[in-house]
């Protein structure tokens, strides 16, 4: 049976990783000005660095959970913060163009 610790644990690195890829997902929308080259490298590259962020979480948890389940590491160090980031991100932060920024010379 998993700790509370360990589950507590998990639950802070899905914060984490959702935190990361909700400012991953904004770097892309301010950097790359075409309609969907954001969305592209948001669902290309935020998985490569969620998995390698999964990986050393996953050294510092040592969860029974995920032990031979690839799967259920996958959907909760990958997939649950991708799909919340990205939706805190398009939903809850205003887009990039409607801010005021000054004029540079």
């Given at each position: 049976?998993?700790?509370?610790?360990?589950?507590?644990?998990?639950?802070?690195?899905?914060?984490?990783?959702?935190?990361?890829?909700?400012?991953?997902?904004?770097?892309?929308?301010?950097?790359?000005?075409?309609?969907?080259?954001?969305?592209?490298?948001?669902?290309?590259?935020?998985?490569?660095?969620?998995?390698?962020?999964?990986?050393?979480?996953?050294?510092?948890?040592?969860?029974p959970?995920?032990?031979?389940?690839?799967?259920?590491?996958?959907?909760?160090?990958?997939?649950?913060?991708?799909?919340?980031?990205?939706?805190i991100?398009l939903?809850?932060?205003?887009?990039?163009?409607?801010?005021?920024?000054?004029?540079?010379?």
């Amino acid at each position: 049976m998993a700790s509370a610790l360990a589950l507590v644990l998990t639950v802070v690195a899905l914060a984490v990783n959702t935190l990361v890829v909700a400012v991953l997902s904004r770097f892309f929308r301010i950097r790359l000005k075409t309609q969907w080259g954001w969305v592209t490298y948001t669902v290309l590259v935020s998985p490569v660095v969620l998995v390698v962020l999964g990986l050393v979480e996953g050294v510092v948890i040592r969860s029974p959970l995920f032990e031979g389940a690839a799967g259920l590491f996958l959907a909760v160090f990958v997939g649950v913060p991708l799909a919340l980031g990205f939706t805190i991100d398009l939903l809850y932060v205003p887009p990039p163009e409607e801010y005021d920024l000054p004029a540079t010379e």
